[in-house]
């Protein structure tokens, strides 16, 4: 029997949900392949956003806390904090990533 990830699809589009659990079902029965089921997963993966300085520095003051800190979760240094909320520089990969998370569901996820 063929190997499925158990996940959810983490968009929150109804319809993009339901299509995703019948391919994997579909997966399951022998109907869609590998790639192809790879396919729909990948399009339940949400886009990670680009953010700008005023949306570092709301998501940092949301969570109470200093540069240093937000630096000391995100396992980068507080320049490059600061270089993200003076517009100098954006977050990306793992760091933008960590920023959305921290945007839903606070802190406490990281610690």
């Known amino acids: 029997m063929a190997r499925v ?7 929150e589009s ?3 949900t339901a299509i995703h659990e019948i391919a ?4 399951v029965a022998g109907g869609i392949n590998k790639r192809t089921m790879r396919e729909y997963d990948e399009l339940c993966v949400p886009t990670v956003p680009k953010y700008t300085k005023t949306a570092i520095i709301k998501i940092r ?8 800190v937000l630096a000391a979760y995100l396992n980068t240094s507080a320049s490059t904090v600061q270089k993200w909320e003076a517009g100098t520089k954006r ?5 933008a990533k960590l920023l959305q998370v921290i945007e839903k569901h606070g802190l406490a996820v990281l610690a």
């Open 5 to 11: 990830r158990n996940r959810s699809c983490v968009d």
């Open 14 to 16: 109804e319809a993009l």
């Open 24 to 27: 994997k079902d579909m997966h």
């Open 61 to 68: 003051k949301s969570v109470h806390v200093s540069q240093g």
């Open 91 to 95: 977050p990306s990969g793992a760091a």
